[in-house]
C-alpha cells in the first residue's frame, strides 16, 4: 500500500483566492496536488519530482511555484510522510534559508 504524503499548514493558505494570487492560483493547487501523491523517502526523491526547489538541510525546502513570485516554505519529515507548511506569500516576503542560518531575501 502506498504511504502518500500528508500535509500540514493549510492555515497559511486561508482566504487565498484566486484574484489574490493571479496566475499563481493554479501553481498552488498544482503543488498540492501532487505532493499530496507523492511518495518520498528522501531529499533526492523530492529533488527529483521538482529540481528548482532549494533545500536548506534535509528538512527545509522552498518551492517557487511560479512567475507571479509566490514561495513556499515547508519543513518536511520523510519518515513520517509529513509536509508541514510554516510559510507561504511573496518572493519577498520569504527568508531564505529559514532561521537559525545566515539570512537572505528570495530573489524572484
Known sequence: MAMCMRILGANHLQGLGR???GEDASAVMAWW???RLAEWRSEADLLQRF???LTHDPDHVLFKLSKG???ML???N???R???IEKFGPSSEITWPPAGSQKKRVRS
Request: aromatic content about 4%; overall charge neutral; charged content about 10%.
Open 82 to 84: 509529513l509536509v508541514l
Open 74 to 76: 515547508v519543513r518536511v
Open 51 to 53: 529540481p528548482s526547489a
Open 69 to 71: 513570485g509566490h514561495c
Open 78 to 80: 520523510y519518515q513520517l
Open 33 to 35: 496536488g501532487e505532493v
Open 19 to 21: 484574484q489574490s494570487l
